[in-house]
């Protein structure tokens, strides 16, 4: 169990009579990369947002590292499709938001902006502001400023959602070599199953509502992933399979 960073246990959610998640119960290895799909309106919403300690399940239970999910104890972070940059703060300044308010030593601060603002692209555009740079350049700047962190759990949804194609393959490289810099086990919540499969170790499959879990699929192709190979389209046409005919 040493591996094991998070435990979802009998997670049920339900609106009144209305019956959403329906007693999910996964694990998620430490430092690793698991993604959630599902067919359009199946709660993977619903279920990032319990994830996210937003709303409370109507039963169940997150624990993370065997203790309750607390984002007061542990250090949670989190990247969604609409950008959540600060507008009044440059882009180095919106880096080193999180790590300020958590009070990091001043050069860990520092060299951890270096390396990701390195790793982003993110040098030349350090003091500017939102409105100065491109919407996927504010995108990377919220990225970056959730792995400096170096969170015990990071969540996405769908961050690349309104990027060009071209972008959203050099951004995915990055976000993978974030990941294994930090260490942090990554949720990544989304409808793109070629993006699942590009990054992903393993892939929890949900079904239509009321939500239960359909198949965890482990991923085992080597990085990088070429997304024509034969290995890479039959593990992605199975995945879209499970999901078409629900």
Known sequence: MDDIKIQ???????FDDL???DNLSFDVRRGEFLSIVGPTGCG????LNILSDWWAPTSGEILIDGQAMDPKVQNLAFVFQESSAFPWLTVEQ??????KEKKFPPDLIAQRTREVMALLGLEEARNKYCHQISASMEQRVVIGRSFALHPDLLLMDEPYAQLDIKFRFHLEDAILQLSRATGSTLLFVTHNIEEAVYLSERCVILSNKPTGIKAIRTIDLPYPRDICSPEFVSIKDE???MIKWW
């Open 44 to 47: 993977k919403t619903t279920l």
């Open 239 to 241: 995945i879209t399979e």
């Open 8 to 14: 979802v246990r009998g997670l049920t959610k339900r």
């Open 19 to 21: 019956l959403v998640l």
């Open 94 to 99: 919106n880096i080193q938001f999180g790590m």
